[in-house]
T-cell receptor, first 116, second 115 residues
Framework: AQKITQTQPGMFVQEKEAVTLDCTYD???????LFWYKQPSSGEMIFLIY??????QNATEGRYSLNFQKARKSANLVISASQLGDSAMYFC?????????????FGTGTRLTIIP | DGGITQSPKYLFRKEGQNVTLSCEQN?????MYWYRQDPGQGLRLIYY???????QKGDIAEGYSVSREKKESFPLTVTSAQKNPTAFYLC??????????????FGDGTRLSIL
């Protein structure tokens, strides 16, 4: 079974609109962390936001927020007021277990295109 | 500025040839990782190292080898046993056993192609 599932291969969004990128995960470990990365066409991976399994509040970082629904095992990324520079691949990733396990499992990504 | 440097940016391999991808970091991170990315897919872990002189296989280690003789350096060799090496390779580093929200930091990648 896939540990990280991103069901939207591609999305087109009008500039200045909000966009939600879906991510569901599968783990039996009570301690885990969820990460979102942005990959522009140049290839580097840029860390955007983190949500821990024990965090009580949804994570926010500027225009990025995470809609964390633990019971549904989903961690959707919300980008508010999208900009042309947001066009990129977006990856959801999970780290299972507590300290000592730093390995990440990545989803297949969503290609986001912002339309002017 | 601190960061991760991967070289070369583009690399071409002939049949039966071993090639080595370089990864250097000056972030003083103990842990380093190598990922492979194929078109339309996410990143898959090849090898990782949490400390100097120690490394472990990831999910797709066959046909690859690594060394970790220095904290700053984690080179990846793509051997002739790797029959389908064409991919984008990303190196990353992190601080192990740190606060859980510490992300992995990535280099700019090396694109490997077969001649």
């Amino acid at each position: 079974a896939q540990k990280i599932t991103q069901t939207q291969p591609g999305m087109f969004v009008q500039e200045k609109e909000a966009v939600t990128l879906d991510c569901t995960y599968d783990t039996s470990d009570p301690s885990y962390g969820l990460f979102w990365y942005k990959q522009p066409s140049s290839g580097e991976m840029i860390f955007l936001i983190y949500q821990g399994s024990y965090d009580q509040q949804n994570a926010t970082e500027g225009r990025y927020s995470l809609n964390f629904q633990k019971a549904r095992k989903s961690a959707n990324l919300v980008i508010s007021a999208s900009q042309l520079g947001d066009s990129a691949m977006y990856f959801c990733a999970m780290r299972e277990g507590s300290f000592g396990n730093e390995k990440l499992t990545f989803g297949t990504g969503t290609r986001l295109t912002i339309i002017p | 500025d601190g960061g991760i440097t991967q070289s070369p940016k583009y690399l071409f391999r002939k049949e039966g040839q071993n090639v080595t991808l370089s990864c250097e970091q000056n972030l003083n991170h103990d842990a380093m990782y190598w990922y492979r990315q194929d078109p339309g897919q996410g990143l898959r872990l090849i090898y990782y190292s949490q400390i100097v002189n120690d490394f472990q296989k990831g999910d797709i280690a066959e046909g690859y080898s690594v060394s970790r003789e220095k904290k700053e350096s984690f080179p990846l060799t793509v051997t002739s046993a790797q029959k389908n090496p064409t991919a984008f390779y990303l190196c990353a580093s992190s601080i192990p056993d740190s606060t859980p929200n510490q992300p992995q930091h990535f280099g700019d990648g090396t694109r490997l192609s077969i001649l």
